[in-house]
């Protein structure tokens, strides 16, 4: 079983970065297809990337296509989400979640493991 602590978040200006990271602990990290998440106030949790266990398949919402990009190392046991141009509408809590096997990575039900979340907040 396997334990996800994100970091990294933080306030940015709109046009600025972030890299979030999420260390994993306990279970076997490149058996896990990894994902990254968010929830802004009042809407529904929704897919922003996936990666697979060795990193040779990504996957990214339509609306972060070109700004965002997710990584892994699996030595180190984390998982990265390098968040660039970032705008106003990116305002959310980041969770990363984890799986052994996932037959929908869009699907937050199909991640069984999460961590708490971290806060990303860009100003305009």
């Known amino acids: 079983q396997v334990q996800l602590v994100e970091s990294g978040g933080g306030l940015v200006q709109a046009g600025g970065s972030l890299r979030l990271a999420c260390a994993a602990s306990?279970?076997?990290?490149?058996?896990?297809?990894m994902g990254w998440f968010r929830q802004a106030p009042g809407k529904e949790r929704e897919f922003v990337a996936s990666?697979?266990?060795?990193?040779?398949?990504?996957s990214y919402a339509d609306s972060v296509k070109g700004r965002f990009t997710i990584s892994r190392d699996n030595a180190k046991k984390t998982v990265y989400l390098q968040m660039n141009s970032l705008k106003p509408e990116d305002t959310a809590v980041y969770y990363c979640?984890?799986?052994?096997?996932?037959?929908?990575?869009?699907?937050?039900?199909?991640?069984?493991?999460w961590g708490q979340g971290t806060q990303v907040t860009v100003s305009s």
């Open positions: 979640a984890g799986n052994t096997k996932i037959s929908n990575v869009y699907s937050a039900k199909d991640y069984g493991y």
């Open positions: 306990g279970g076997t990290f490149n058996n896990y297809v």
């Open positions: 990666i697979s266990q060795l990193g040779l398949r990504t």
